[in-house]
């Protein structure tokens, strides 16, 4: 069996108990020892591992084990020829964990006159130009740092940093595969893959490749929200590959996750996610420990950081992509009495959903007091409607407490929502209503024609993903007062959250017949303006009380 300090070093500490590995690392080990490091036709380049550890400790910072074990990896190679092991290199590992700064470090090596290869270029691509060019930038500030000493062997720009012996360069590409050709690289680096939705960008870069020596592909990155494209396809070849059922043998595998849900509330395992957490941890470690624990806290107040939190910090993304709006117990939190007697002269807004005319309708009108949303609604619908729906929910004892009227008609008349709304103006300081466009040609005339300002959301689901994380953070904190409403609670109930493929959430209902939200939209529409329209207004009558107190 082949042996390398580093590697030795890094497993001899997670037998002795010192780290604590996930599944997918113990699998790497046994895949190693029973696979690779029992081979005798390949070995370690020590001069390369040292060479390039000694490189990037000197300029960027102290490596950790595990990212030593990692870069002797990097240089395993055929003793025949002069050749790679490892033509891949995947690293998914949880945020934090300096993946940008072990890039900068790598490419720069890859570059200098240490590495020696003429023409290695190394190019790190991105799915945005800023995520892109942020080792690129990482490299360039050092050159700068340490100028006098680097222009004898590098040039540098902001874009691109060139090794002068080699004549290699470094740079940045963004994820526009339409737009490449594959050029001349000695190294791709793939930073954050997890949002690929296909091949195309690795395969067209990827053509470039074999023109230079040691070639490398090198793909680093989180977890993420997209499921089911190619970033689970490629992760289920790397397991088969560290359980011994792939034919793939040039590919290196570092999974560092969580290993189910439950541990994520042990901070003692966060160490499976985020290997910079294994003790004894560095001043960064500790601050960025300091830091998870702050946003793992902080999921009690806002559950809607959760699936960010999960998939980012524990590398363990929700399986399901649906959340609740809020718990059972948040919801009920809204059954408080609606105090009327401190909103008479406060400002509100209005909002209606009238997307079906033969369906359901609501109304409503939003209050600001103190920290409190305050929600007073009404709803509207067709009795046949109800009948022929068979929802299981008790609409006519809903309408008998007043929540709902049933109509007879054919439609749901615009008139009845007209008139609700001019009751509330009679009420409230009522002057803006908030509506969606799909009906807007129905509702927009007749309210406009009853003196209201109304305002139109062209796209409800981009306000959604707007709204959606502060939403669920109202209801955690239970600031939100809808009265004695169930039909209102039920509608809530009815909400689940989506985590979209690029992380922003919308609002999707449970089902789309029996599972009505119309409430629920309507009152999304009404927070749209709120900051813009709502004031925390001081009741007259508070406030001489107040001063009364004080004895002005």
């Known amino acids: 069996m082949i042996h390398q300090k580093y ?4 497993i001899e500490s997670w037998r002795k108990g010192q780290v604590i590995f996930n599944q997918e690392r113990i699998d790497l080990v046994k895949h190693l020892e029973s696979e690779v490091l029992i081979r005798d036709d390949i070995y370690f380049d020590e001069e390369q591992i040292e060479q390039c550890i000694n490189f990037i400790e000197k300029w960027y910072f102290k490596l950790e084990p595990f990212q030593k074990f990692i870069i002797a990896f990097i240089f395993l190679k ?6 790679l092991f490892y033509k891949d290199i995947v690293i998914v590992i949880a945020r934090g964990n300096g993946k940008n700064g072990l890039i900068s470090g790598l490419a720069d090596y890859f570059i200098s006159p240490g590495h020696g290869i003429e023409g290695y270029n190394v190019d790190v691509v991105a799915n945005s130009e800023d995520q892109a060019e942020t080792s690129v ?18 040039s540098w720009t902001k874009t691109k940093i060139t090794g002068k012996s080699t ?41 470039g490749l074999g023109k230079v020596k040691h070639r490398r592909r090198i793909y680093i990155s989180t977890n993420g929200h997209v499921r089911g494209g190619f970033f689970d ?54 601050e960025l420990f300091d830091t998870i624990m702050d946003e793992y806290l902080d999921l009690e107040d806002d559950p809607s950081g959760r699936p960010e939190f999960m998939a980012k910090r524990m590398n363990l993304p929700q399986e399901d992509n649906t959340i609740r709006i809020a718990s059972w117990k948040d919801i009920e939190a809204t059954n408080r009495p609606i105090p009327y007697n401190v909103l008479r002269g406060k400002t509100c807004v209005g909002a209606i959903d009238f997307s079906y005319i033969k369906d359901f309708t609501a109304c409503g009108v939003l209050f600001k007091h103190g920290d409190d949303y305050i929600w007073d609604s009404h ?20 309408e008998e407490d007043g929540l709902i009227t049933l109509l007879d008609g054919p439609v749901i008349d615009i008139k009845y929502m007209v008139n609700y709304f001019c009751e509330m103006r009679e009420k409230y300081g ?20 009853a003196g209201f300002h109304v305002l139109y959301i062209q796209n409800p689901h981009a306000i959604y993903a707007k709204l959606a994380p502060r939403i669920e953070m109202l209801f955690a904190q239970q600031r939100i007062i809808f009265g004695d409403n169930p039909l209102m609670r039920w509608n809530t109930n009815n909400i689940v959250v ?36 709502l004031e925390d207004e001081v009741n007259i009558d508070d406030a001489l009380d107040a001063l009364d107190a004080l004895n002005f």
């Open 233 to 286: 396809k490629f992760i289920e070849q790397c397991l088969d590959i560290l359980k011994g059922g792939s034919k793939r043998k040039n590919r290196f595998v570092f999974i560092c996750k969580m290993d189910n849900k439950d541990e994520v509330d042990n901070p003692e395992l966060w160490e499976k996610a985020n290997p910079m957490f294994s003790k004894p941890r560095s001043p960064y470690a500790e």
């Open 78 to 83: 055929y003793k025949v020829r002069d050749k």
């Open 430 to 449: 009522l002057n803006t209503i908030i509506g969606d466009t799909f009906r807007l040609d129905i509702v927009k005339q007749a309210l406009e024609d």
């Open 498 to 533: 989506k985590v979209k493929n690029d992380g922003n959430k919308d609002f999707l209902k449970k089902d789309e017949v029996r599972r009505k939200t119309d409430g629920f939209t309507a009152f999304v529409y009404a927070l749209w303006q709120a900051d813009n329209i």
């Open 137 to 154: 930038k990482e490299v360039y500030n050092v050159k700068e740092k340490y100028k006098a000493l680097m222009k004898k062997f590098f």
């Open 7 to 10: 590697v030795d070093e890094y």
């Open 379 to 398: 709803q509207f619908a067709r009795r046949e409607f109800i009948k022929e729906a068979k929802l299981k929910p008790p609409i006519e004892e809903w």
């Open 167 to 207: 004549l290699s360069e470094f740079k940045f590409r963004t994820s526009n595969a339409d737009t490449k050709d594959g050029g001349r690289p000695g190294c791709l680096i793939f930073d954050e893959w997890h949002i690929y939705e296909d091949t195309k960008l690795i395969n067209t870069l990827s053509s």
